[in-house]
């Protein structure tokens, strides 16, 4: 599977996001779907996940109540609306696909998207 980011962009703290992950190929519904975020010399860190069917969600702490992943299997895409955006929230987020829902590490998904700069200003 192929995976599509879009819909970073600049942003003013406590604005909002949202981010788009388009994929290609029919078997979307069979993967589990991540978000992560790497910010300049850190590591990719593990935001999200959200189940094959879309039935239940996953998230890391420092985003829980702020964030909310969905999906939409019929168009292929995974999204992720960020809510009362921080500057801490500023890096790269990558969409991935994996197998496995409450895998939070990287090497736990198979495919990954490009990424898409999201940057929160104070």
């Known amino acids: 599977v192929q995976l599509q980011a879009s819909g970073g962009g600049l942003v003013q703290a406590g604005g909002s996001l949202r981010l788009s992950c388009a994929a290609s190929?029919?078997?979307?519904?069979?993967?589990?779907m991540g978000w992560f975020r790497q910010a300049p010399g850190t590591e990719r860190e593990f935001v999200g996940a959200?189940?094959?069917?879309?039935?239940?969600?996953y998230y890391a702490d420092s985003v829980k109540g702020r964030f909310t992943i969905s999906r939409d299997n019929a168009k292929n895409t995974v999204y992720l609306q960020m809510n009362s955006l921080k500057p801490e929230d500023t890096a790269v987020y990558y969409c991935?696909?994996?197998?496995?829902?409450?895998?939070?590490?990287?090497?736990?998904?198979?495919?990954w998207g490009q990424g898409t700069q999201v940057t929160v200003s104070s």
């Open positions: 959200i189940r094959r069917s879309g039935s239940s969600t």
């Open positions: 190929g029919r078997t979307f519904s069979s993967y589990v």
């Open positions: 991935a696909a994996g197998s496995y829902m409450y895998r939070n590490d990287p090497p736990g998904y198979d495919y």
